[in-house]
T-cell receptor, first 112, second 112 residues
């Protein structure tokens, strides 16, 4: 699986959009970009994933550049409960139960 | 659905003792994963199963660790004998075999 690079930490004001970047310059054509987050003392939680088109769900939006070498996770209106470590992971999807390789992630701190 | 269930939530044991961690995956999921999380090493995959069969155990630290999945609704991770450096949070996750992994709340293990 390709490796990813994320900033160590970011701050965001409550109610504002949080934009979390991820670089994955060695991504292969069949690898998807996944985002998970881990709130303190809880297990990781799936957020969203995509291949090359932008994706949106009830939690977030995922913007992938045209060359697929980087992506941005957008939390449109951050709340205090969004304070967590956010992990960007690339892997081949739809393989029977392939594992996730977690990096260090970005610690997002949302403050009022 | 109750989600992934892990027990115990906390375990404190003395060095040399046997420790057994338990996991009940989400019904219908055919992949199960064991991860370990420490401050120093972050989240690491230990082993995963597809359809109750171990697929990749390369992350198991040493022979003191063993994992079983006797049926689709139960898995154990055993450490014998335990050592202080095994202290960590152990997560179990299950997946329907496609994209998302669902993590349990974790077991916090302390070996004194």
């Amino acid at each position: 699986d390709a490796k990813t690079t994320q900033p160590t930490s970011m701050d965001c004001a409550e109610g504002r959009a949080a934009n979390l970047p991820c670089n994955h310059s060695t991504i292969s054509g069949n690898e998807y970009v996944y985002w998970y987050r881990q709130i303190h003392s809880q297990g990781p939680q799936y957020i969203i994933h995509g291949l090359k088109n932008n994706e949106t769900n009830e939690m977030a939006s995922l913007i992938i550049t045209e060359d697929r070498k980087s992506s941005t996770l957008i939390l449109p209106h951050a709340t205090l409960r969004d304070t967590a470590v956010y992990y960007c992971i690339v892997r081949v999807a739809h393989q029977a139960g392939t594992a996730l390789i977690f990096g260090k992630g970005t610690t997002l701190s949302v403050s009022s | 659905d109750a989600g992934v269930i892990q027990s115990p939530r906390h375990e404190v044991t003395e060095m040399g003792q046997e420790v057994t961690l338990r996991c009940k995956p989400i019904s219908g999921h055919n992949s199960l994963f064991w991860y370990r999380q420490t401050m120093m090493r972050g989240l690491e995959l230990l082993i995963y199963f597809n359809n109750n069969v171990p697929i990749d155990d390369s992350g198991m630290p040493e022979d003191r660790f063993s994992a079983k999945m006797p049926n689709a609704s139960f898995s154990t991770l055993k450490i014998q004998p335990s050592e202080p450096r095994d202290s960590a949070v152990y997560f179990c996750a299950s997946s329907p075999g496609l994209d998302e992994q669902y993590f349990g709340p974790g077991t916090r293990l302390t070996v004194t």
